[in-house]
């Protein structure tokens, strides 16, 4: 059963700082994708940032330079840290475990977590 918890989550003043994490079982965490996705009431899912299995990193354009993705495959978990926080990051933030897999059999493999509520308001 695979099963993809994030944790991290709270209320945090303006100017603060966050450190999510998710943690992932059921799955060999190393060959997967992860990402870090929010959504903001009345707003669609966005994606934040994303680390693939090798390592390749993107982040969406309203968080490069504060926020910083990083995985521990030791471990099964991913991070987001988040710096310099604003009121506009307020969302929930989701985790998800990608795979892809090419061939003659090409398929998707893909989880979500429940999600971790951040806030930011002074």
């Known amino acids: 059963q695979v099963q993809v918890v994030e944790s991290g989550g709270g209320l945090v003043q303006p100017g603060g700082s966050l450190r999510l994490s998710c943690a992932a079982s059921?799955?060999?965490?190393?060959?997967?994708?992860m990402g870090w996705y929010r959504q903001a009431p009345g707003k669609q899912r966005e994606l934040v940032a994303a680390?693939?299995?090798?390592?390749?990193?993107n982040y969406a354009h309203s968080v490069k330079g504060r926020f910083t993705i990083s995985r521990d495959n030791a471990k099964n978990t991913v991070y987001l840290q988040m710096n310099s926080l604003k009121p506009e990051d307020t969302a929930v933030y989701f985790c998800?475990?990608?795979?892809?897999?090419?061939?003659?059999?090409?398929?998707?493999?893909?989880?979500w977590g429940q999600g971790t509520q951040v806030t930011v308001s002074s």
């Open positions: 998800k475990a990608t795979r892809v897999v090419t061939g003659t059999k090409p398929a998707e493999y893909s989880y």
């Open positions: 059921g799955i060999i965490f190393r060959v997967y994708d």
């Open positions: 680390m693939t299995s090798g390592g390749y990193l």
